[in-house]
């Protein structure tokens, strides 16, 4: 028996990492937010890796917190160790990467979701949407109770028919073990919206004291306090003291386990057509690995902490499927792991999500008005993909609320703008995985200045307080101060202090003054060089140095991706009617006619990044709209 149950400005579904995000951004904006969750003891729950960040991920929550998401403060709170990845390489690609304690994550997320006012949180499960005007007006639970809304954010993860796969053993379940979200499924392929199949896993657990951890090698935290959030946070188990973190290790695995797997290939689902979905190819399985892989002897296997108390490890590297008794086997082949108890199991978790061409870039579903999905429902992969795409569905669906504009973050300003841009155009055919390669200004999306990108529009969006606001703008201006100082600064070749710090690093000595900014600009010469020769820099945060120096080194390249950008802005500033039949339109090719009038993108820019869309029909897009700009300027001169 279906009664109202009460009335909200907006309602999230699902209260995984998505679903968090939406909750937060829509309460804090000012709307009256209703959180459902099947489970209140897995709100933001890690079923799979416990770590955030990695290349193009750490961007990602870096960008979180810049626009006054949550993700960032809550994995440096959880942090039992914070490593800076792929140093050897230039900034663009420099990304912070945290393993976490996962109860400690869960726990701290709950303390601001349960103290954010205007965020009621309830626990249930959702079986089907509420039509009201031909709008998604709320949402109906299994008991009954109706809830509505002005709009709705589905963020369900892998939990829509969610199917667990050990060998042979299949049962329906959500990640761990949950219940799935099995009638949502059905009521959204009667409300029109087109559904996909995708398949996901995760390695067992094992125990800590059954490892012999001497045929390891440790992989310690990094020396230099690491966090992600622009806020002065600190890790409730570290502090700022970076020898109090946790270490990981690193091991490989054997001819030995390879053999037990190819022998066994035969029992593994992927390989014995029980499983349909498509897994992540950036994310394989023990058993492709070995499959693709074949000619190497051996593959790295991470050994992570799953908490600061916890007797649980996470074996990074092993994702399998294969039956419970052949996982206990090959784990005993790698060295160190040769007594191994295994407390949980690996699984793979096959599930339905929305084919994302269908949503428009503010995350809304185009036929459902007032319906947003987010996360893994949209076939992405990562609790960083799914974060963002919830801050931004829920700002979207409160802005709706309020009557204002949208929020549309540019594949320029942002990799959330990468991230979201290529799943509305691209057509998925795997689970997707932001990478850095797929942002073309990553030069100007460095981590460490999402900040200077996003914050100000945060702010403008209520989600920025004035904490973080005065830590910004003090940012600002200590850059400004340090270009300044370094173009007011010289430095004369007869200066034996100088000439001397330049040998000392291999560095062309001085044959006329020289600017500060112009000697930083060598790629031996980084700030701390040049404390003891200019009284008061080192007063400067790290950060701030870090930032400033960046933009001083890499300006040329910097100046290069801004003219691009300029240029590409013209695309995008031709606006596509959103009535156009793209299928006749003559020169378009078949592919281009499919996949416009399946996406409708809102300009070329956006119509030129589509799968399937090549340079000829986006020429043949420019000469049709100048052909309807004459018609309608002769026209409106007829009329006269």
Known sequence: MEYFAGKYDVIVIGAGHAGCEAALAAARMGCETLLLTINLDRIANLPCNPSIGGPAKGQLVKEIDALGGQMGIVADLASLQARLLNTGKGPAVHAIRVQLDKAAYHNQMMKFIFNQPGLVVVEALVEKL?????????????TGARFEAGAVVLTSGTYLRGRIIIGEAIYEGGPGGDISAASLSGALKELGVELGRFKTGTPPRILKSSVDFS???????????RRFSFLPTESIFWGRDPDKQLPCWLGYTTKETHKIIMDNLHRAPMYSGVIEGLGPRYCPSIEDKVVRFAQREAHQVFLEPEGYHSEELYVAGLSTSLPEEIQLEFFRTVPGLENVRILRPGYAIEYDYVKPYQLSLTLEVRNLPGLYTAGQI??????????AQGLIAGVNAALKILEKDPFIVKRSEGYVGVLIDDLVNKDLIEPYRLLTSRAEYRMLLRQENADLRLTEKGRALGLVDDQRWEIFQNKQSQINELFELWRTTHFSPSSTDIQELLVRLGSSPLKSGIKAEDLLKRPEVNPEHLFGLMPGLEKYDFSVLEEATTQIKYQGYIKKQQEEIQRFIKLEEKELPPDIDYSQIRGLSNEAKHRLQE???VNVGQASRISGVNPTDISVLLIFLEQKRRLTTDANRDSK
Do not use: C, L
């Open 130 to 142: 509420y039509i009201k005007n031909n709008q998604v007006s709320g949402v109906v639970t299994r």
């Open 378 to 387: 949209n076939g992405t992969s990562g609790y960083e993909e799914a974060a």
């Open 215 to 225: 045929k390891f090698v440790v992989q310690p935290g990094d020396k230099i306090p």
């Open 599 to 601: 996406v409708r993108p």
